[in-house]
């Protein structure tokens, strides 16, 4: 190195010719730089360019990769699920199992939705964030349903079941107790006094007309038919319900006297005819005989009429009206004694109205002439 410097200390002692030291044709020389270290510039604007390019086409790829359509899954008989927040789909209740689409992982196996069930349409719900594959006998629940409404699914579907059909002879109940004939016609008849207790007064006749079609000698039954019958204004209807008791039991002096009052006013011979028939099983019914004499005197069997009345009146002695009565079939039979004794007694007892009063004085003015 000491060698080196020495040399070049000679040569700048030494004198060139334009009094510059040096070599000769040092001034052509130039100082040459250095090449830069490392890759070249192109080279790295290159490569990151291409980089560039990679991302984008990636993030277009996964931007615009397709969707996983909705599975349908059979939901109608798992349990119900717990509420989460996101907002509950519409439901329709239906008497059909109610099928909704759930997105789920691909690769989870899912059962198919029966043919038979047609799918409710709702938004699909995004698979939980770690999902282990389901097994073949597993069904999904739908995660934006509440407890509510699943369990009123349920309701409709039992609602929509078809009802269990009864026998004549006599009704399973669940409890495994048997109905006898007899207590379906009392629950029948119970279940129409309810109606009637109610104000529901068509279902009440009806629920009485089941009850006589399954036993037509249920007095109770036919006796509020006919009452409902005569406040709805239905005369017609009363008669046919009457006739048909009377048919078949005649040992009913009340229906009777009812059916009379009826067929009073169209025919006097039919309810004589009525009053007949039960007559045999009236003999101590005082109201019965006295109708059934005013009967025959307006069919002007006035002698009939007041045997009725004297045997009415053993039953009621201070009966004004039925002694007025006698007094009446008496005169008309030509029998002014008599007949004048019936007035003075109805007239005694003082119970008769006014104009019925005034009426039976008139009588005795009559009688005495």
């Known amino acids: 190195m000491s060698l080196i410097n020495k040399m070049l200390q000679d040569l700048d002692a030494r004198g060139t010719p334009d009094g510059q030291g040096g070599l000769p044709g040092a001034q052509d020389v130039r100082p040459v730089p250095l090449q830069e270290r490392g890759l070249p510039r192109g080279l790295l604007a290159g490569g990151a360019l291409a980089l560039s390019v990679i991302v984008i086409a990636l993030a277009w790829v996964y931007l615009k990769r397709p969707e996983l359509p909705p599975v349908l899954v059979n939901v109608a008989t798992t349990p119900p699920a717990a509420p989460v927040p996101a907002a509950a789909p519409e439901v329709v209740a239906a008497a059909q199992p109610v099928v909704v689409p759930v997105a789920i992982p691909a690769a989870a196996p899912v059962e198919t939705a029966p043919a038979s069930v047609a799918p409710v349409e709702t938004a699909p719900v995004p698979p939980p964030a770690a999902a282990k594959p389901a097994r073949p006998s597993e069904r999904v629940a739908p995660h934006n349903l509440r407890a509510e409404e699943l369990q009123r699914i349920g309701a409709a579907k039992e609602k929509a079941a078809p009802p269990k059909v009864a026998s004549v002879a006599g009704e399973r109940l669940a409890e495994g107790k048997q109905v ?61 319900q009457l006739q048909q008791s009377l048919n078949l039991d005649p040992k009913q002096p009340a229906q009777a006297m009812t059916l009379a009052r009826l067929q009073l006013d169209r025919s006097g011979a039919a309810a004589l005819d009525t009053l007949r028939r039960t007559l045999p099983y009236a003999q101590e019914h005082g109201d019965y005989r006295a109708l059934y004499a005013g009967v025959l005197q307006r ?52 119970t008769l109205s006014p104009q019925l009063q005034a009426f039976v004085e008139r009588k005795l003015v009559q009688l005495a002439k």
């Open 299 to 350: 069919e002007q069997r006035y002698r009939d009429a007041a045997e009725q009345y004297q045997a009415a009146l053993q039953s009621a002695p201070d009966n004004s009206v039925w002694w007025m009565g006698l007094g009446i079939a008496l005169q008309a039979d030509n029998q002014p004694a008599p007949a004048r004794q019936a007035f003075e007694r109805a007239k005694s007892l003082q």
């Open 180 to 240: 006898t004939p007899q207590q379906r016609i009392d629950n029948g008849y119970r279940r129409a006094l309810a109606y009637l207790q109610d104000g529901r007064i068509e279902e009440a006749m009806a629920g009485l007309q089941q009850t006589l079609a399954l036993d037509p000698r249920h007095q109770g039954a036919r006796e509020t038919l006919v009452r409902l019958l005569l406040e709805a204004q239905r005369p017609d209807e009363a008669v046919s």
